[in-house]
């Protein structure tokens, strides 16, 4: 069994789909004897709802994707570098591609009949971030293959000690012109860190604000059926207070017709032998009087 070809069709289904399908793979690589494709398929995880998301736009924008990806380059290699200029621009360039793709992989989402909320909009941005940042994360990205949405990314991994660049020891002490130089790119660095913390703040917040909003509606549907099951529960009661009403006047009519019944019963006896009494005095005078 193709275990790539496997991986390729799996990861294009949507999450609630994946492990069914994987599973069936899973029993025929173990039907056919074919052990290492069956642990190899087994081993595949189900993708986040953004992942997934996210895994579309890769799959169907090449253009975009490429381009997304040449931008992770420069970022990364910006920040190694500590290149100023090239850090501004990038990072200019980077809040908006991640916005407008993110719009678009939750539309692709939805082309596909998964309906993206804005919580998972927001991870979805986070895995794009997280594709800027991190290499493996690009890497697994640009295959179709992202399964978890990324931690956080703020601003970018600090660089390891062996990768930065080597800054020979100055032969002599710097002039105050070369000092000042070197102070005012150190400033400039600095800033441009600031102020990339202030823009992930800042959609730290935003994303914060529409959770507040989401927990707000949620907590006024609530009311809303809690106040509409209290207006249901009112009516019951003043129903069933009804019927016990009712059925109270029918047992105390139940009583009354019971004495009427008892009574009538009672006046036919009494009727019955005042009836066989006159009957008893007419024989009686009938056989006095002769024939």
């Known amino acids: 069994m193709d275990v790539e070809e496997i991986a390729e069709e799996l990861y294009g289904l949507k999450p609630a789909d994946f492990v069914a399908a994987r599973d069936a793979y899973v029993a025929e690589a173990r039907k056919t004897k074919d052990p290492k494709a069956a642990k190899a398929i087994a081993a595949l995880r189900r993708p986040a709802l953004a992942a997934w998301a996210a895994n579309q736009l890769s799959r169907q924008r090449p253009e975009e994707t490429w381009q997304f990806l040449t ?3 420069t970022l990364r290699e910006a920040h190694r570098t500590l290149d100023t200029e090239q850090l501004r621009a990038a990072n200019r360039q980077q809040h908006q591609l991640v916005t407008a793709l993110a719009r678009t992989a939750a539309a692709l989402a939805r082309e596909a009949g998964q309906p993206v909320s804005d919580t998972v909009l927001h991870e979805i941005e986070q895995s794009l971030h997280g594709v800027l940042a ?3 994360v690009a890497e697994l990205w640009a295959k179709g293959r992202l399964v978890k949405v990324p931690d956080a990314a ?5 660089v390891a000690p062996q990768a930065a660049p080597a800054r020979p020891a100055p032969a002599k002490k710097p002039a105050p012109k070369e000092q000042r130089g070197r102070e005012d790119e150190q400033r400039l660095r600095d800033l441009e860190r600031a102020r990339t913390a202030v ?5 730290e917040l935003a994303r914060r604000e529409r959770e507040l909003g989401e927990a707000q509606s949620a907590q006024q549907a609530a009311a809303a059926t809690a106040e509409e099951a209290a207006e249901q529960v009112r009516g019951l009661e003043q129903e069933l207070q009804a019927a016990r009403q009712a ?7 139940a009583a009354e017709a019971g004495t009427a019944v008892k009574s009538a019963e009672s006046a036919l006896r009494e009727a019955r032998r005042t009836a066989e009494r006159a009957g008893r005095s007419v ?3 009938e056989q006095q009087a002769g024939p």
Do not use: M, N
């Open 199 to 203: 823009e992930e703040a800042d959609a």
């Open 247 to 253: 059925k109270l006047k029918a047992v105390a009519s």
């Open 154 to 158: 703020v601003g970018f991994a600090a």
């Open 283 to 285: 024989r009686s005078l």
């Open 71 to 73: 931008l992770g380059e």
């Open 134 to 136: 991190h290499l493996d």
